[in-house]
């Protein structure tokens, strides 16, 4: 993003790293927008930050442990620069200074403002006082309020496709997740500031927007009927071509919401729809409200009223007490279902989650036995449903400038990555491409001739 303020005062470089979920990276942008107008330009390089920020994510040990091993390398910077007389402010962001809070100065000493995902709104005074603090720290990790609307939401778009909060935190506490504690309740947005958000982004040329929560099948507005209501609103706006939503859990897939799939030209035939394992056992012990079954048959109806619609999932092997046969259920669910994309993880133990106390932790060997397993059918899978489109003819949203000279990146109605010779200036467009070639994660092809 431009530097708004080029002249006086000298522009603030602004450093910030993005760990974790399309929230953070959305977050992220809000915060360098928040801090936009106070004169802070972004920069890639940490070396010559005055303010660096890590937006961090808790999820998984290891996405955690990265954030300390980041902030070694930052605090060795923040010395050189203090060596020659400069200074930087180091800011921890996000679900892990939400879970550690002060913690974080005890382990890296070199923090200056820690805050948690409902304080970012007050990220320019935060700054203020961690300036006057003279090392002391300066935490903002328990603020209770929403940051929703009071963070600036008239940003300068450049792309075609948006992100747009609706929702925010999560009540279903799966046993394994600390989502449901750093980031709070559910919080749902306002249609009307919605609609508003999104008409402003049309208005700037975005053709897509992925509608963002954490349980984003859970929005509930006053007057609307749920998420299907929001999106068949929102598809009404002159303009605006597609429309998808991310992530969802198999337990607020409302009959209304399967029907909109069926109904709503907009909404895209591709539905992350996490399940993360396929023994009814597990599904129980992780807190779940769905069984395999029951997952299965919400697919089933989505299915009989779009086809062609596209899945993709999150899965977790290893959980506590997983036995060989129960991780083969979730084999077996996914040969059944047969995804278009996923991602697998090994358990990991966080502390407080009711799962980290459950006897019969799985050794890691175990657990990285069947992730390998699972992700080399997952693969397999996604390799598959690549091929399938070759000789189709999709209709493509044209994103950007790809790599290779004359071609242009957009995506598939089923988010694949299609690169194919198109012009520049026809960014924004939906055009017909004939796909050619299938690779791992995107799809080459052709203009078609028009129908
Ligand atoms: N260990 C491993 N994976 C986890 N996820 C959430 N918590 C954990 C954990 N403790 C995964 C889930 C979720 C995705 C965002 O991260 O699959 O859907
Ligand atoms: Fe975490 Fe998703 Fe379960 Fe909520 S629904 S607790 S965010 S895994």
Redesign the pocket.
């Known amino acids: 993003m431009a530097c708004r303020r080029m002249t006086e005062p000298a522009p603030q470089r602004l450093f910030i790293k993005t760990y974790g979920?399309q929230m953070n990276v959305h977050d992220s942008e809000r915060m360098a927008d928040l801090l936009a107008p106070l004169g802070y330009c972004l920069t890639e390089d940490a070396a010559e930050a005055d303010l660096a920020v890590l937006n961090t994510c808790h999820?998984?040990e290891k996405a955690a442990e990265k954030v300390y091993s980041e902030l070694g390398r930052l605090r060795r910077l923040k010395e050189d620069r203090a060596a020659a007389g400069g200074r930087m402010l180091i800011a921890v962001a996000g679900c892990v200074a939400q879970a550690e809070g002060e913690e974080i100065q005890r382990r890296q000493s070199a923090v200056d403002l820690v805050l948690g995902p409902q304080a970012y709104h007050r990220l320019p005074e935060l700054i203020a006082r961690a300036h006057r603090a003279g090392g002391r720290i300066v935490s903002a990790a328990f603020e209770a309020e929403a940051k929703f609307d009071a963070l600036p939401r008239a940003r300068g778009v450049s792309g075609v496709t948006a992100f747009v909060t609706v929702q925010e935190g999560c009540d279903r506490f799966c046993t394994?997740?600390?989502v449901p504690y750093t980031r709070g309740a559910e919080f749902s947005r306002p249609a009307d500031l919605i609609e508003t958000e999104v008409r402003g982004l049309v208005d700037q040329g975005v053709r897509e927007i992925t509608l963002l929560g954490q349980n984003v099948n859970a929005w509930s507005g006053a007057g609307e009927e749920g998420l299907a209501g929001l999106i068949r609103r929102l598809a009404r706006i002159p303009g605006l071509a597609r429309i998808r939503y991310t992530?969802s859990h198999p337990a607020d897939m409302t009959d209304d919401l399967i029907a909109a799939h069926g109904e709503v030209e907009a909404l895209m035939p591709y539905l992350h729809l996490?399940v993360?394992a396929g023994s009814n056992a597990i599904l129980r012990a992780m807190n779940r409200a769905h069984t395999a079954e029951t997952y299965l048959a919400t697919l089933e109806r989505l299915r009989a009223v779009r086809p062609d619609i596209a899945l993709s999932g999150?899965?977790?092997v290893g959980f506590p007490g997983e036995t060989e046969a129960d991780f083969e259920a979730t084999l077996s669910l996914v040969r059944e279902v047969g995804y278009a994309s996923a991602?697998s993880?090994?358990?990991?133990?966080?502390p407080g989650?009711p799962a980290a106390a459950l006897p019969r932790q799985v050794p890691e060997e175990v657990k990285s036995e069947r992730l390998q397993r699972l992700q080399a059918l997952l693969s397999a899978q996604q390799n598959a449903f690549n091929l399938a489109q070759v000789g189709r003819v999709l209709p493509v949203l044209v994103e950007k400038v790809g790599r290779r000279g004359g071609q242009m990146i957009g995506r598939s109605p089923y988010l694949q990555a299609v690169h194919f010779q198109a012009e520049p200036d026809q960014a924004g467009q939906i055009l017909a491409v004939e796909i050619l070639e299938a690779h791992a994660n995107s799809l080459a092809g052709r203009r078609a001739p028009p129908a």
Do not use: E, G, L
């Open positions: 979920c999820i998984r394994f997740c600390v992530t996490p993360q999150d899965f977790i991602y993880f090994k358990y990991s133990r966080r989650t």
